[in-house]
């Protein structure tokens, strides 16, 4: 049945299941080119500015004693900042990007702070915040950590150092799982449910929180592992920061769900004595999300919508297109409805920025960080530049290049503006050489075979990397090795390329694509344990999108020349549906039974997710009761023996191993 993989939850589980020998090739140390790359940085930005330090540090009430957040019995710690020791070093090394060094600092600020009158944050414990407002007798508590045990230790640190008062409203800014899997650390269920503690979160929330990751999600975890480096080493020729915080944290991720949206542009709550109105920002940072103003605390609230760092239109683990032009328009309409009665801007990542004028200044930058992006990506397209040669040619104003919030330390200008080139025109750039290409692996053979073969590629290859042409060197070593992954010298060429763009990144996530894809090349594969999927999330999952995750693991070749039909009857959620398999496409269509059924099933919800999440079969459940079936079930065995499971393991810096129909 659907099995769920959302792309966090298999890159935070990743560490966890290693299968791989120890790592053999150690990383390099940085070379002259990418040192004096780095030193150019070094010299063209303010570093030594420190209001961002001051501000990261603001109303510091405790840090968590050692730093560590121990994880489920038997797993290794949930959150462990030890590591990052060596960021504390007043000099950056060669081999990590002065600018993200600096950011990579930031982020190690952790523990409870104080934001304001009755306003607190727990920041640094993983990748995003825990906004908690107090209440008259409670506590109002924005977003949850990634994990149910980073939720809870943020929550134990608050109730360390202030009245323990209960959790009366938990509050959902958008629909990415960092902020609501750790739910179950911070409320039970048994009290959502029965509207003791309200569950507020934008409308859709619920859909797009398990939608995002279910079709694609396979696919989408492995490129996870990429954009965030779960499977890098931490240290500085390592993992060094996402960006948006440190790291993700490495435990169990639960969801409970809303039972309050907010549907309206903009929506006033009275909760516990303290008004909030929230304001819908769809489509923005995420499918579903809001932001949030405190008028009795002059505290905004900007969810994900501005944080201290570029953003992404695209997300390099792969999901649809963000709008800049959209995005850029909701942060104006919060700048002109609470820009001057906001004494505090907060987010759910990274650290607060305070005072009124600071305040407008920062949204406005980040307003037109935006807005600039797609307006001059999409004058660059309408002049019949391709997203590549707009990429290469876009860069931020001064005003805007010179502040720190609007650098790309999780996006970049680079993918955001080849992503606005998608939104509008999609992958094809009109040339018509490019509609049909060779694929990779038959496309590199011609290519090497044209270069003159693999050694005097190889060659010239080597003469260009002393040179410092790292982007074409890994370019080039990714064709040879597409045309022979066994070639050893193109491998360790490609490796030594990636790993020197790693170290000249300034965004996070490029480097941790460079240098996984560079210890994937010396070392091979890390292999991670298929992940089983969540009990929590399944239950989010509506039957039609669970249907819809069948069919994409139907494998069409086998299913050629069938003709299967199939009755499902929910009796608890009075759904009816009819699934046809024909034509090698697997349909359905909700509310009708067939009269021409091969088989029918007659089953409730509870059982249809015990059968998706493995617990049970179909013939235990039959033998038990809980499953009816009628006409003939070798049909719909016959059925289920045509889904294919994903492997988590396919190959990205190489040709994919497995056979595949």
């Known amino acids: 049945m659907a099995r769920i993989i959302p792309s966090m939850i298999l890159a935070t589980t990743a560490a966890l299941s ?30 030594a500015d420190r209001a961002d330090f001051e501000d990261a540090q603001r109303g510091l009430i405790a840090s968590l004693p050692d730093g560590v957040v121990p994880g489920p019995a038997g797993a290794p710690a949930a959150w462990d900042l030890k ?7 007043d000099q950056p090394s060669a081999t ?52 149910v045990q980073t939720a809870k230790a943020a929550l134990d640190l608050y109730y360390q150092h202030r009245p323990k008062k209960p959790v009366v409203a938990l509050i959902y800014t958008h629909s990415h799982i960092d902020h609501f899997g750790g739910a179950r650390g ?40 990429f954009q965030f480096g779960t499977q890098l080493p931490v240290g500085e020729r390592g993992q060094v920061d996402a960006g948006l ?9 639960s969801l409970i769900a809303p039972n309050d949206l907010i549907k309206q542009p903009y929506e006033t709550r009275s909760i516990d004595g303290v008004e909030i109105e929230f304001h819908l920002v769809p489509e923005s940072e995420a499918p579903s999300e809001m932001i949030s103003y405190y008028p009795q605390f002059k505290v905004l609230n900007m969810a994900e919508d501005t944080t201290h760092t570029l953003h992404n239109l695209y997300t390099l683990r792969g999901a649809a297109i963000r709008d800049g032009r959209l995005w850029s328009k909701y942060i104006g309409e919060a700048i002109e409805r609470y820009g001057d009665k906001t004494d505090v801007v907060i987010a759910q990542h990274n650290w607060p920025v305070w005072g009124r004028d600071r305040v407008v200044g920062y949204l406005k930058k980040q307003r037109d960080v935006y807005k600039f992006i797609h307006d001059q990506s999409v004058r660059l397209l309408n002049h019949g530049l391709t997203p590549t040669e707009i990429a290469e040619r876009l860069t931020l104003p001064p005003s805007l290049t010179s502040e720190f919030a609007a650098r790309g330390y999780y996006g970049s200008v680079s993918h955001n503006a080849k992503a606005v080139y998608q939104f509008y025109l999609g992958w094809y750039d009109a040339n018509p050489a490019d509609l049909n290409p060779l694929p990779r692996a038959e496309q590199a053979k011609k290519e090497i075979d044209y270069m003159g073969g693999a050694a005097a590629v190889l060659a010239r290859a ?56 560079a210890q994937e090349l010396r070392n091979g594969l890390i292999k991670t344990d298929s992940v089983t999927s969540n009990p929590d999330l399944l239950k989010g999952v509506s039957i039609d999108l669970a249907f819809d995750f069948l069919a994409v693991r139907l494998n069409a070749a086998k299913a050629e020349g069938k003709h299967i039909v199939v009755n499902w009857t929910f009796t608890d959620l009075k759904e009816t549906y009819t699934m046809n398999l024909e034509n090698s496409a697997l349909t359905h269509i909700s509310g009708k039974l067939s009269d021409n059924a091969d088989v029918s099933v007659t ?30 079930p070798l049909k719909l065995r016959e059925l289920f023996g045509l889904f294919e499971d994903f492997s988590p393991n396919f190959e990205v810096i190489e040709p994919v191993k497995a056979k595949v129909e």
């Open 462 to 517: 080597r003469d260009d990397y002393k040179a410092g042409q790292y982007r074409w060197v890994a370019t080039v070593a990714s064709k040879l090795v597409f045309a022979d992954p066994a070639n050893t010298e193109a491998r360790a060429l490609g490796a030594d390329a990636l790993e020197q763009l790693g170290y000249q990144a300034e965004a996070s996530t490029w480097r941790n694509a460079y240098l996984l894809g």
């Open 96 to 147: 990590v990007n002065p600018s993200l060094w600096r950011q990579a600092q930031l982020n190690l600020a952790s523990g409870l702070f104080q934001v304001a009158e009755r306003v607190y944050q727990v920041r640094g414990l993983d990748i995003a915040n825990v906004t908690i407002v107090e209440g008259d007798t409670g506590l109002i508590i924005t977003d949850t950590t990634l994990t």
């Open 245 to 253: 915080g440190k790291a993700l944290a490495k435990g169990t991720v």
């Open 83 to 89: 590591p990052y020791d060596f960021l504390k070093g």
């Open 186 to 225: 911070l409320i039970d269920e048994a009290d959502a449910a029965s509207g003791k503690v309200k569950v507020i979160a934008p409308t859709g929330f619920l859909e797009h929180a398990v939608a995002e990751n279910v079709i694609a999600g396979n696919a989408m975890s492995r490129r996870a592992q």
């Open 603 to 632: 089953l409730n919800r509870a059982t249809f997710d015990a059968i998706s999440l493995k617990q049970r079969g179909f013939l235990g459940a039959v033998l038990s009761g809980d499953l009816w079936v009628s006409g003939n």
């Open 18 to 47: 290693l299968l791989a020998a120890p790592l053999a090739a150690q990383p390099n140390d940085a070379e002259p080119a990418t040192r004096s790359a780095n030193e150019v940085v070094n010299k063209s930005l303010p570093l």
